[in-house]
């Protein structure tokens, strides 16, 4: 019976489990394209964003194997509770051994994970530059200036030193995890060895046939699988909920711009003026920007000229909506930006920034999006 539910449930979880994952990073995706610009610069964000994709990263996170657990986790149960009345009736001690054991295991499996989400945070970071140097290094645009600068050196050497320093916290996890894993098959021995021992006793003293000893004998081993089936699974369960608990953190940020229903933009050349406006990077001592004030009159052609670095394309990105200001306020048309619907006034800027992407579409799409 516990078969057949089993290939019942199984049967059916396949066509729910990849529509689940997937709806999962559809939103995350979406998610990602729409929220304020500022965060996506920020290298706390994109932590924070690492942590929260690791669920919808493959068929073997919890979004696709939710199914697959619950169903585990039903039928061990259910053949958990059959056996249990079995082997009560030859002796409760040995369901009661069996039981405590494997409530110890899954507590060490529970301290295990926790330990990890923990420090999850400190080797993310190391991934996420080592990715970042990677990247770089694959990237024909940056493959002349690694020639040019002689730099391929410098690059090596702190490729493995952020290697090395990721590879320090993998042994640290894997230390812990092997610790609880002999810790599982030193409590797993005991649990079967006195759960065996009792039942060499009974058939010892004359309480049990030769036919009842095999029958107990395949019933206890049978037990210990359902107990260790409901403890593991939960267990994984338990550790990659620690995973959903990133992504909602994650889809939980809220965004500073307002994407609220806003006032109406004006419908000619409005004036923009900058107000005691700093702004300082993610990380940065010093403001990028510090205490400017202008006033741009509608119509009015601006030239902004000064050295690389001088904030130039700050100051234009704050113009535009992408950036929040550390200090002062941004006004256009007299109403602040945060007045308007962040999306609706994107739609009124038009900006070529110096770098930029081409879509490998026709010119024509790639001025229009298909908006023609």
Request: net charge positive; charged share 20%.
């Amino acid at each position: 019976t516990v078969n057949i539910i089993y290939k019942l449930l199984q049967a059916n979880q396949q066509k729910y489990a990849l529509r689940n994952r997937m709806s999962f990073m559809s939103k995350l995706y979406e998610g990602a394209m729409t929220c304020d610009y500022y965060k996506i610069e920020d290298p706390a964000f994109q932590t924070k964003m690492q942590k929260g994709t690791y669920i919808t990263m493959s068929n073997d996170t919890i979004t696709e194997k939710i199914f697959s657990y619950i169903k585990d986790i039903f039928s061990n149960i259910l053949g958990l509770v059959t056996y249990s009345v079995l082997i009560w009736t030859l002796s409760p001690v040995i369901v009661i051994v069996l039981f405590i054991t494997t409530v110890v295991l899954y507590y060490a499996g529970k301290i295990n994970a926790d330990w990890t989400q923990k420090n999850k945070e400190k080797w993310i970071d190391k991934d996420r530059r080592i990715n970042y140097v990677l990247r770089v290094l694959g990237d024909l645009d940056s493959a002349k200036d690694v020639r040019l600068y002689g730099i391929a050196g410098w690059f090596d050497r702190l490729y493995h030193s952020l290697l090395g320093e990721r590879v320090e916290w993998s042994k640290k996890s894997e230390k812990r995890s092997f610790l609880a894993k002999l810790l599982t098959a030193t409590l797993t021995l005991l649990r079967d060895g006195l759960a065996y021992g009792i039942l060499i006793f009974q058939i010892a003293k004359g309480g049990l046939s030769a036919s009842e000893f095999v029958f107990y004998f395949a019933l206890i081993g049978q037990y210990s699988h359902y107990l260790w089936g409901i403890i593991n699974t939960y267990n994984t369960m338990y550790s990659q909920s620690l995973g959903v608990t990133n992504y909602r953190e994650l889809m939980d940020d809220k965004d500073k711009f307002n994407h609220a229903e806003g006032i109406p933009f004006p419908q000619y050349a409005p004036e923009i003026e900058f107000r005691n406006v700093s702004y300082a990077y993610p990380g940065a001592n010093t403001n990028t920007i510090k205490d400017i004030s202008f006033r741009i009159h509608g119509g009015e052609k601006i030239a902004i000229v000064g050295l690389n670095g001088a904030g130039k394309t700050t100051l234009i990105k704050l113009m535009c909506g992408l950036y929040l200001p550390k200090d002062g306020e941004i006004v256009v048309d007299g109403k602040p930006i945060s007045a308007y619907n962040i999306e609706n006034y994107y739609k009124n800027i038009a900006a070529v920034f110096q770098k930029i992407d081409m879509l490998p579409l026709s010119i024509q799409d790639n001025l229009t999006f298909g908006k023609v």
